[in-house]
Structure formats: C-alpha cells, structure tokens
C-alpha cells in the first residue's frame, strides 16, 4: 500500500468507516484521477456524503487507507510508524478540498463578497484588497457579480449554492466535493447550479460529484461510481453505468430515478 506518487488525488484502499456499531463503508477501494470528474450515484444511506467527509476529515477513517494529494489523511508516517497529525496539520491536508453541501451553508450575515473572501482573509491571511478582486471574478464566473453586495436571505437558493461554489474556489482546493449539490433547490434552479459545475469540469478541475442528476453525471462524468449498503458495487463510463448496468441493483437504482 504506497501512497499514489501518480496521476490519482484520491486513492482509497479497503477503506472502512464505522459508527459504533454500524459500519457505514466497507472495503471501499478507489483512485480518482487528477482532471477527473467522477459522479457517485446510489440510494440514501448507501455511505456516499460519508465517503465525501472522510476525503475531507469530517470524519476519521475506521478501517483501510486514504491518500488525498499523495499524502496519507490524517497520518504521518515516520520509518514503519504512523503518527496522527496535529489539529494544525489536519487543517493544511483539509485545504486541498473545497466542499460544497446540500445545504448551502452561507454565513448569514455577510454579504456574497464577504462570504467569498472570509476563508482567504482569515484562513490564508491574503491581504484583503487582493482577496476582494478575486472574489469579484470567482462572483462573475458563477453568474452574480451584481450580486456581491447581497445578504443570503436576498439571494435565491440556486444563487445562494453559486456562491457557495465560488467561496469554495476562493481557498483555491485542488479537489472539489460536491454532495447532493442541487437536491435542496426547487427545480427550475437546478440548472444554473449545474451549468456553474459544468463551467468548472471544462477548466479541468477534479471534481467527486454525489447527484441524482443522471444528465449531468451522462454529460459531464469521466466516470460513474454507484454505491449501495457502504460499498461500491460497481463503476465505469457513464454510458455503460447509466445505460448498460450490470448489476441488477444499478439497473433497479436508475430506473427509480429517472
Ligand atoms: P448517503 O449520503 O449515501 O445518503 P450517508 O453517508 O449519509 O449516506 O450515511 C450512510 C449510513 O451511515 C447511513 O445509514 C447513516 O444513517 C449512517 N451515518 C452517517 N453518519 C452517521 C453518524 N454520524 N453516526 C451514525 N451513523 C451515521
Ligand atoms: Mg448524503
């Protein structure tokens, strides 16, 4: 078990995570290239927002190996020793990811503008004139430049998740997570989130993208992992996953779905 040393961001091996009793992932194996963008499908509670928190340490890993970014999470080994990371430690490893959740999660009572430049300012310690002129384009990427000056409660749910992205963008991750990113939007706001993330695959961000968007993992996915019961069951091309599942509970999952 070597870190990658290669072309993957993510590499997973037997990874496990439980909870007390309840094991939530079992025997999770996965490399996920740079420039990816691999979409996770797979009924609720299969262990897909679980497999995006171990990736960026919200939770801790219970069995297996995890490497973000060719570094083990959360360990340092030293010669046939493994040490855990200091708090301070776990922060740096934490900036290779951005992660944008199902809730938006904005800071209520800032601005777009300062929402996007908070972690820059105060987690990167960038000077702030800099930090604003950035986030002024990352605001004009996701379509709400004329926005910068508005509160969340002002902005539409499907604005308040565009804004997301671009705070996200801000700490400039190298990984974005996406979970379930347009499953709390009304329908019609659906597509202009979809058409930001879609924006972001083309500049060739590696993206893990947890949907129920089967046209959008069609489209834009390099690659299609579905899970179920905390383990991966199976993953290829979109066009195989999607059309010519294997496995009868793919093919039962996406015919629910769509
Ligand atoms: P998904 O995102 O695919 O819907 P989750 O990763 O959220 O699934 O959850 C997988 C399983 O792990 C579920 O059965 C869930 O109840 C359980 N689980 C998730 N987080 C916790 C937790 N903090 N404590 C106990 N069980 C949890
Ligand atoms: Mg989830």
């Known amino acids: 078990m070597n870190a990658p040393g290669t072309n993957a961001i993510v590499r997973a091996v037997g990874l496990g995570k439980r909870f007390g009793q309840f094991q939530a992932l079992t025997d999770v194996t996965l490399d996920v290239a740079r420039g990816e963008v691999l979409c996770i ?18 939770e801790t890993v219970t069995d297996g190996a995890l490497w973000v970014d060719d570094e083990l999470v959360g360990y340092r080994r030293v010669g046939n020793k493994l040490y855990e990371l200091t708090d301070a430690e776990i922060a740096r490893q934490r900036l290779v990811t951005g992660m944008v959740f199902q809730r938006f999660n904005l800071f209520p009572h800032l601005t777009a503008l300062e929402n996007v430049i908070e972690g820059p300012v ?33 902005l539409s749910g499907g604005q308040q998740q565009r804004v997301a992205i671009a705070r996200a963008l801000a700490m400039k991750p190298k990984l974005m997570l996406f979970d379930e990113p347009t499953s709390a939007l009304d329908p019609e706001l659906v597509g202009e989130v979809l058409a930001v993330m879609r924006d972001l695959a083309k ?35 979109p066009s195989e996953i999607l059309s010519r599942p294997t496995n009868q509970r793919t093919a039962d999952f996406i015919s629910a779905v769509i």
């Open 41 to 58: 499908i797979g009924p609720s509670g299969s262990g897909k927002s679980t497999f995006l928190r171990c990736i960026n340490q919200l």
């Open 122 to 154: 105060q987690v990167l310690k960038r000077p702030k004139a800099e930090a604003v002129e950035e986030a002024r384009g990352l605001l004009t990427r996701v379509g709400l430049a004329h926005k910068a000056d508005a509160f969340p409660v002002e």
């Open 203 to 237: 500049t060739g961000m590696t993206m893990i993208v947890v949907t129920h968007e089967l046209g959008f993992a069609r489209e834009v996915a390099s690659r299609v992992v579905f899970m179920d019961a905390g383990r991966i069951v199976e993953s290829g091309p």
